[in-house]
């Protein structure tokens, strides 16, 4: 039974809308020049970065879920599914951008290599701060760091694991 459930399809219309934008350029590109090779050049420059895209998305569309006993990752366009344990897990960032979501950044070794997804966060707020403490339950190494250092969360996660001080390098 899923205890947590988050996706990184929002991935998709990020892609098909720089495709589209790729491709409109290309055709700008192919309209401005009446040189054939000039033409194929444009075309074939442009057939490459959208199928980079259409790979790059591929690999980046992610479900997961959160277990009681693992984390699983399905791959949606490769039709994969990774299951993590969680002592696997490495890291947790939470990413907090002005005008985008907020997004989730875990860092966990599966199969000899450490990999690294981007997801939609899990939980706002106090709740975020509920599934840090279940995840610690899981794993006490996990490292835990907010982006930006000055967003609230971090603040609300050192009120609940203790004020950690950075230190400022003397300057003389």
């Given at each position: 039974?899923?205890?947590?459930?988050?996706?990184?399809?929002?991935?998709?219309?990020?892609?098909?809308?720089?495709?589209?934008?790729?491709?409109?350029?290309?055709?700008?590109?192919?309209?401005?020049t009446?040189?054939?090779?000039?033409?194929?050049?444009?075309?074939?420059?442009?057939?490459?970065?959208?199928?980079?895209?259409?790979?790059?998305?591929?690999?980046s569309?992610?479900?997961?879920?959160?277990?009681?006993?693992?984390?699983?990752?399905?791959?949606?366009?490769?039709?994969?599914?990774?299951?993590?344990?969680?002592?696997?897990?490495?890291?947790?960032?939470?990413?907090?951008?002005?005008?985008?979501?907020?997004?989730?950044?875990?860092?966990?070794?599966?199969?000899?290599?450490?990999e690294?997804?981007?997801?939609?966060?899990?939980?706002?707020?106090?709740?975020?701060?509920?599934?840090?403490?279940?995840?610690?339950?899981?794993?006490?190494?996990?490292?835990?760091?907010?982006?930006?250092?000055?967003?609230?969360?971090?603040?609300?996660?050192?009120?609940?694991?203790?004020?950690n001080?950075?230190?400022?390098?003397?300057?003389?």
């Open positions: 039974m899923l205890k947590y459930h988050s996706s990184s399809r929002f991935y998709i219309t990020d892609a098909v809308i720089t495709i589209v934008m790729v491709i409109g350029f290309g055709f700008i590109g192919v309209n401005a009446e040189n054939i090779a000039a033409q194929i050049s444009v075309m074939m420059v442009t057939t490459f970065i959208s199928l980079w895209f259409v790979l790059r998305t591929r690999n569309v992610v479900d997961v879920g959160f277990n009681e006993q693992f984390m699983v990752v399905n791959y949606i366009f490769k039709n994969n599914k990774a299951r993590i344990q969680y002592e696997n897990i490495v890291a947790l960032e939470y990413i907090a951008v002005r005008r985008g979501p907020t997004l989730n950044k875990i860092k966990f070794h599966f199969k000899g290599k450490t690294l997804i981007r997801f939609r966060t899990v939980a706002h707020g106090a709740d975020f701060i509920d599934f840090v403490k279940w995840l610690k339950s899981k794993n006490d190494t996990l490292v835990i760091s907010v982006y930006p250092p000055d967003d609230y969360m971090n603040h609300r996660l050192q009120e609940e694991y203790g004020f001080y950075r230190k400022v390098p003397k300057i003389d």
